[in-house]
């Protein structure tokens, strides 16, 4: 079977997308009818993914479907450097085990999404491990100092006196060169990573050769809707979360974010979710139907449908049932950025001491808003807790609110 035609495609790969640069370039790479070779790097600095990690890899899936090549490259070479893309401050590095360690977690993630048939897995340590040092020094001759400072987060850092190494200034340079060796056609990555993806643009441009096209995706918001999905921020939904916990959390992203969850998370059609966004606006589809099929897709990919049919019963026996009750008590505390939950738990007199706070969370006996915390997370951003029901085992409830 042929490729389909390039309008087809770009129907389909732009849905989501937060930029594709430049898009003329992309037409014409797809108009050319041949595989194309698309490229994601990662670092693996951490192990577990979650549904923010997991947009590109679903990007990724949708070119895979149309017959081109996915290069997955592990950046097990550019974390001993750590990415200072929206950095404040140098990223510690990592050992070569816990660089592997994470990597296998990462890889046997990433096959939940990707098609192993068309996917091939690199590691950038292959051809950035051998440079000798005449060879790197022409490689940082391709680019100017002025050039790799106007990385905003490298600014700031300057401007407030914050140190920058010399080693991380070279990680834009390290990232280009990985799109030279793989001679990728499109690199894929956050809008935090465009700086990065140009970079490898401008550097295939000067080795004389075809550049390659950088497509951005966005940030994806976690549970509260405000801050991105991240494991400090207590709002991410782990793509190894039990199906319970991960449909509970699904129903708790604010009605605003459904179509971007959709569009970014699921597989559904790019046509099938512009009905949906229509239906939302018009208000033909009923948001917690809408919210309801959303946690059902999303746990049927991770799980299958008969954990998601539990999932869902699971939720109404809760919620239904009214095992967190209408009426919490609210509690006013004075809030820091970083709450320490313990301390939080102690104060709003759900346990009777910090010490007896870490042993619940460990235990699995701590939930926010239904969903437990995970044992050893002790420490959360102030969105996290806020205005949310803290339980601690099965009948002490207590919703902390600012003083």
């Known amino acids: ?3 389909l035609p390039a309008d087809e495609q770009m129907h389909v790969i732009s849905s989501g997308a937060a930029g594709i640069v430049p898009e003329a370039d992309m037409r014409a790479k797809l108009a050319e009818g041949r595989p194309l070779r698309i490229k994601l790097g990662v670092d ?5 993914l979650h549904l923010g990690h997991a947009v590109p890899l679903r990007k ?5 479907d149309f017959g081109h090549t996915v290069v997955l490259i592990i950046g097990d070479f550019t974390a001993l450097i750590g990415d200072p893309s929206g950095r404040s401050s ?4 990592l050992s070569p085990e816990q660089i592997e360690e994470n990597a296998q977690t990462y890889i046997d993630q990433a096959y939940k999404i990707l098609d192993p048939g068309k996917t091939e897995q690199r590691r950038n340590s292959e051809w950035l491990g051998p440079l000798d040092f005449a060879q790197i020094l022409q490689l940082t001759s391709q680019f100017t100092v002025a050039r790799i400072l106007e990385r905003d987060d490298f600014q700031k850092r300057y401007r407030e006196g914050i140190g920058i190494s010399l080693h991380e200034l070279l990680y834009p340079m390290a990232q280009a060169y990985d799109s030279v060796a793989i001679k990728a056609d499109v690199e894929l990555g956050g809008t935090d990573q465009l700086f990065n993806l140009l970079a490898g643009r401008e550097l295939m441009e000067k080795t004389g050769m075809s550049p390659q096209v950088c497509l951005t995706l966005p940030l994806l918001e976690g549970t509260d809707g ?3 999905m991240s494991k400090s921020y207590g709002n991410y939904i782990g793509l ?10 699904v129903m708790s992203i604010p009605d605003e974010l459904m179509v971007k969850y959709y569009r970014l998370c699921t597989t559904l059609g790019v046509d099938e979710v512009d009905a949906l966004e229509s239906g ?3 208000g033909s589809t009923h948001p917690n ?3 309801r099929q959303l946690a059902r897709v999303v746990v049927t990919l991770y799980h299958d449908e008969q954990a998601a049919d539990q999932a869902e019963a699971a939720f109404d026996r809760v919620f239904k049932e009214h095992d967190i009750p209408k009426d919490v008590a609210e509690i006013e505390v004075t809030f820091a950025e970083d709450v320490h939950l313990p301390a939080l738990l102690n104060e709003l007199g759900l346990v009777e001491s910090n010490g007896e706070g870490r042993r619940m969370i460990d235990q699995g006996g701590v939930k926010i808003d239904g969903h437990p915390v995970e044992p050893g997370l002790y420490d959360l951003r102030r969105e996290a807790v806020e205005g949310r029901v803290l339980q601690v085992g099965k009948r002490r409830f207590a919703r902390p609110i600012s003083a």
């Open 1 to 3: 079977m042929g490729m």
């Open 44 to 48: 693996p600095t951490a192990p577990d």
């Open 60 to 64: 990724l899936r949708q070119f895979q």
């Open 90 to 93: 140098t990223r510690p590095a």
């Open 226 to 228: 405000v801050q991105k």
């Open 240 to 249: 190894t979360d039990p199906a319970d916990e991960m449909f509970g959390k």
């Open 280 to 282: 939302l606006a018009d």
């Open 289 to 291: 139907a809408a919210k």
